[in-house]
């Protein structure tokens, strides 16, 4: 069974640079033709995919986060990072990761999220 968890601070503060972490177990990030997404949720709105990498460790960025986005891995520990720089009270969301399987399954797995206050 996969599963995928989330692991980062709650609150950061303006203009700081938000980090968080996805573990994986029971798949590796390199497997064939899937991607690791990280999408996010600000409260009272709907989903907004923030970036992805895949199993070759390309990434892929929403246009309007792209300046300030850096999706990484660590293959060593089964791992996938997002990074996203200079925030704003704009960034507080619920952030998820998410295994894309290929074939056109679609988002097949998510980690529970975990939620990011941008506040002084």
């Known amino acids: 069974q996969v599963q995928l968890r989330e692991s980062g601070p709650g609150l950061v503060k303006p203009s700081q640079t938000l980090s968080l972490t996805c573990t994986v177990a029971g798949d590796s990030i390199t497997t064939d033709y899937y991607f690791w997404i990280w999408v996010r949720q600000p409260p009272g709105k709907g989903l907004e995919w923030v970036g992805s990498?895949?199993?070759?460790?390309?990434?892929y960025y929403s246009p309007s986060l792209m300046s300030r986005t850096s999706i990484f891995r660590d293959t060593s520990k089964n791992q996938f990072s997002l990074q996203l720089s200079s925030v704003t009270p704009e960034d507080t969301a619920v952030y998820y990761c998410?295994?894309?399987?290929?074939?056109?399954?679609?988002?097949?797995?998510w980690g529970q999220g975990t939620g990011v206050t941008v506040s002084s």
């Open positions: 990498i895949t199993y070759s460790g390309r990434t």
């Open positions: 998410v295994r894309d399987a290929p074939d056109y399954r679609g988002f097949d797995t």
